[in-house]
Every structure is written in C-alpha cells, then in structure tokens.
C-alpha cells in the first residue's frame, strides 16, 4: 500500500497512531488560512486531531500521483493529490491535499487548499477555537 493509501485510511478511520507513523519529525503543514506553516509532528497532529473533529461528511473524491517541488527546499519529491468534499459550519468545502513524500516513503510536507472563501472563513475559525480549546495555540487577543 503506498504512503498516500495509508493516509487516506488513517484519515477514512480518524486513526491518529497511524498519521503519526506516517509524517516526518520536521512536517511542514501549510494551511489555508495562516501564513507561516504548522511545523513538527506534535503540532500537526495536535492539527490533524482537530481536523478530525472539525469536518462533516469528510471524503476524498479523487487521488492523482506525480512529484512536485517542495516549499522547504525547493527540491523535486513524489508527490500525491488527494482531492476532498467535506461541511464545516454549514458550508461546503471543495479541497485538495497535496502530500510530498521523503526518500522512505513519509509525509515531509502538507499543503491544503480549499474553495470557496466563505468556507475557508469558516474551517479557519472552527480550526483556530480547536487549537486553543486543545491548548495549541493561545487565544486571541481581543482589540
């Protein structure tokens, strides 16, 4: 089973040891709706942890396979497109997950996109009260 298929089960099965197995110490998740990328594998998975729960009717609906350049350093590594449908807070999300894969087949870099803005807006508040209800992140400071 390639690195790709078993995120996809662990994902399919909201199974956080096996994501765990599958992600390099340094992953590089690029989000959406923050800048800077989440980085290392406790805060991704304290991310993924919150993912799990924030998403309605999850599925992917397409995978594609190829190599791609990296953010991190700019080199070539094979790569996967995993294509998604999923509801947070009433709106429908169309995403992809693009996966770059290290020499031994793990998740060195993670990069999401999604559609439409009302949805990004949405999945970006519904991520960031996770995070800090889960302690990863400090609540924001109100002006």
């Known amino acids: 089973m390639t690195a790709a298929a078993r995120f996809r089960a662990a994902v ?4 956080l040891a096996a994501l765990e197995d599958l992600f390099t110490d340094d992953i590089r998740f690029y989000s959406p709706v923050k800048f800077t990328p989440f980085e ?8 993924f942890g919150v993912l799990l729960r924030t998403f309605e009717n999850f599925r992917y609906v397409g995978h594609h396979d190829g190599t791609a350049e ?3 350093d700019g080199g070539v590594s094979a790569s996967a497109v995993l294509l998604f449908r999923a509801v947070v ?3 429908e999300i169309h995403g992809i997950d693009l996966l770059h ?3 031994d087949g793990r998740i060195k870099e993670f ?3 999604v559609r439409p803005q009302s949805a990004v807006h949405a999945l970006g508040e ?5 995070l800090v209800a889960d302690g990863l992140l400090p609540a924001p400071v109100e002006r």
């Open 40 to 47: 290392g594998k406790p805060m991704v998975l304290g991310l």
């Open 126 to 130: 519904a991520v960031l009260a996770g």
């Open 12 to 15: 399919d099965n909201g199974d």
């Open 70 to 72: 990296t953010s991190a």
């Open 111 to 113: 990069t999401v996109m």
């Open 89 to 91: 807070g009433g709106k």
């Open 101 to 103: 894969f290290d020499d």
